[in-house]
C-alpha cells in the first residue's frame, strides 16, 4: 500500500499501475491481484488505513472553538500529505467511474462521515453541557468541513488561518 501512495504521489492517478505497484513493492504482479483487483482497491485500503489515524478526532480539551481549529488544521494538513493526495486522486476519479464513487462511498466516505459527526457532537456536548440533535450535528458537519474541502478541492488553495477561524465562528454561532 506504500508502494500505491508513493508511486500516485510521484506519478499521478493515470500513471499509476498495478504493475508499477508490483514492481516498487518488489513483489510478482500476480502477488498484488491475490490480494486487490485494480489499484483503486488498493489506494482506497491505503486511504482507509491512512485516514483512521490522520483524520481522527482529539478528545475534547481546551474550548470548542480550540477544539474545531486543531481539528481543522489536521484536515488541512492531511490532505498535503500522500494519504491526502491519494483521498484528492480517488475523489477526482470518482468523477469519472461510477464503481469507483461506489466504493468511495461504501469503504471510506461514509465511515469518515460517522468519525466526524461523533467527534463534532463531543465537543458540542461539552460545550452545551448536553447533547446535541443528530441533524444537527451532521449539518454543522457540513458548515465545519465545506470550505475546507472546497478551498482544497476546487480551489486548489492552502487553507489559511482566516478561513479556519471564521469557519469555527460559524459553526459554534448556533451552538452559543
Do not use: C
Request: aromatic share 6%; net charge negative; charged share 25%.
Amino acid at each position: 500500500m506504500n508502494a500505491a501512495d508513493d508511486l500516485l504521489v510521484e506519478q499521478g492517478f493515470t500513471a499509476t499501475t498495478i504493475e508499477g505497484i508490483a514492481a516498487r513493492a518488489g513483489v510478482a504482479k500476480q502477488t498484488i491481484y491475490r490480494w486487490w483487483k485494480s489499484k483503486v482497491d488498493i489506494l482506497l485500503d491505503a486511504l482507509v488505513d491512512d485516514a483512521r489515524e490522520g483524520l481522527a478526532w482529539a478528545d475534547p480539551a481546551g474550548t470548542p472553538a480550540d477544539d474545531l481549529t486543531s481539528h481543522l488544521r489536521r484536515v488541512a494538513a492531511f490532505f498535503q500529505e500522500p494519504a491526502g493526495q491519494v483521498l484528492q486522486a480517488l475523489l477526482g476519479h470518482a468523477r469519472l467511474d461510477k464503481d469507483t464513487a461506489v466504493a468511495l462511498r461504501d469503504r471510506f466516505l461514509r465511515d469518515q462521515r460517522e468519525r466526524d459527526v461523533a467527534g463534532l457532537s463531543a465537543i458540542l456536548e461539552r460545550h452545551l453541557g448536553e447533547a446535541p440533535q443528530h441533524e444537527t450535528v451532521d449539518r454543522l458537519v457540513d458548515l465545519l468541513l465545506g470550505p475546507v474541502s472546497y478551498r482544497i478541492l476546487v480551489l486548489g488553495a492552502p487553507v489559511d488561518e482566516d478561513l479556519v477561524q471564521a469557519t469555527v465562528r460559524a459553526v459554534l454561532q448556533p451552538a452559543d
